[in-house]
């Protein structure tokens, strides 16, 4: 009998610490907001603020929130599968298309979307690639990123604390 319960306590111990350890990949589910320190911001432009993940199997739901230079904000949503498909939505009236999956070495999310928006000139497309890596302690979020326009491009990088 003692056997049968040390046997079923272990099997139980070996899952949920399987469960919690995982491939690190479920580390990235959270809120995460902008360490405006640590990150090199500019105030002429949207900024992404806050960020919320879910990772669930092959499904990931991001919230996103950009704030002004004058304090106003934009949030959406968006759920993507980590199969690098093409998912579309919606934003404010801008169509967007965007993919997303893990690395080649799975440690960090990259995310490719187009937003298309109109404005004096025309239609217009914003094309970004995002790279999330985690940090070790998993504590904290570096976003990677490039964005570019017909008027260029804007490389980054930002930092997130776990909230």
């Keep these: 009998m003692k056997i049968k319960m040390f046997l079923s306590l272990l099997a139980s111990m070996i899952i949920a610490v399987s469960v919690f350890a995982g491939d690190g990949k479920t580390g990235y589910t959270g809120n995460w907001k902008i360490d405006k320190v640590k ?5 002429s432009s949207l900024l992404l603020s806050e960020i919320s993940f879910t990772v669930k199997n092959d499904s990931l739901l991001t919230m996103r929130t950009y704030e002004s230079s004058n304090g106003e904000t ?9 199969d690098s498909k093409e998912s579309k939505i919606v934003i404010y009236e801008m169509p967007r298309k965007a993919k997303a999956q893990w690395s080649e070495k799975g440690g960090s999310l990259l995310i490719e979307s187009t937003t298309t928006f109109t404005n004096g000139s025309g239609e217009q497309n914003v094309t970004s690639t ?14 990677d990123f490039v964005t570019k326009t017909s008027e260029g491009s804007v490389k980054g990088i930002l930092y997130f604390n776990k909230s």
Excluded: H, I
């Excluded at 934009?74 to 980590?82: G, K, R, S, V």
């Excluded at 985690?134 to 570096?142: A, K, M, P």
């Design 39 to 43: 990150s090199a911001t500019s105030s």
């Design 74 to 82: 934009y949030a959406f949503n968006e759920n993507l599968t980590l």
């Design 130 to 143: 995002e790279t999330w890596t985690l940090s070790e302690s998993g504590n904290q979020l570096t976003y």
